[in-house]
Antibody, heavy 117, light 108 residues
């Protein structure tokens, strides 16, 4: 059974870069059938798609975040990562990783990232 | 950019049928996916491709999609169905993912 687990810093200072990793078990990030994505949810608000990446290297980002986002895949570690630069308090959210077909399933448990000095 | 509109809240009594909608321009031409998010938990896929259920999801969950409205239907609602429900589509023209704003289902 595929499982995903997010990890990374839970506290980031304004203007710095948020970095998260999603470890995949029970499946391979090298699969050509799926892409790997990130979604976030600010406290008390709805879901916001951040982006997704295929193992081939093709990436697709939310236009509102595109200038600050990088998603990468590390096949050797069977994981994928998110980097979000120049963060502000508005980037405070629970960040989820997920496997994507045309839908997202399964999801990781999520990790709270707080942007604060 | 493509927009999905969901009502903020829906209420239903136990044992009744809950219907929540997801509106979008010609959404019937797209595949709609639905997620259930219980308080403090990660979202879970409950319906994909308009009306298909992942393994492990009760038959009580179903969906439809036509014209400008997709609908998630929950039959014989139980207290455990109380959650936020989100619809999602993939906008083929831009390769972008879109989520609706979510609907809070309250079981009275």
């Amino acid at each position: 059974q595929l499982q995903l687990q997010e990890s990374g810093s839970g506290l980031v200072k304004p203007s710095q870069t948020l970095s998260l990793t999603c470890a995949v078990s029970g499946g391979s990030v090298s699969s050509a059938d799926y892409s790997w994505g990130w979604i976030r949810q600010p406290p008390g608000k709805g879901l916001e798609w951040i982006g997704y990446m295929y193992h081939s290297g093709s990436t697709y980002y939310n236009p509102s975040l595109k200038s600050r986002v990088t998603i990468s895949v590390d096949s050797s570690q069977n994981q994928f990562s998110l980097r979000l630069s120049s963060v502000t308090a508005a980037d405070t959210a629970v960040y989820y990783c997920a496997r994507r077909s045309r839908w997202f399933d399964p999801w990781g448990q999520g990790t709270l990232v707080t942007v604060s000095s | 950019s493509y927009v999905l509109t969901q009502p903020p809240s829906v209420s239903v009594a136990p044992g009744q049928t809950a219907r929540t909608t997801c509106g979008g321009d010609n959404i019937g031409s797209k595949s709609v996916h639905w997620y259930q998010q219980k308080s403090g938990q990660a979202p879970v896929l409950v319906v994909y491709d308009d009306s298909d259920r992942p393994s492990g999801i009760p038959e009580r969950f179903s969906g439809s999609n036509s014209g400008n409205t997709a609908t998630l239907i929950i039959s014989r609602v139980e207290a455990g169905d109380e959650a936020d429900y989100y619809c999602q589509v993939w906008d083929r023209s831009s390769d972008h993912v879109v989520f609706g704003g979510g609907t809070k289902l309250t079981v009275l």
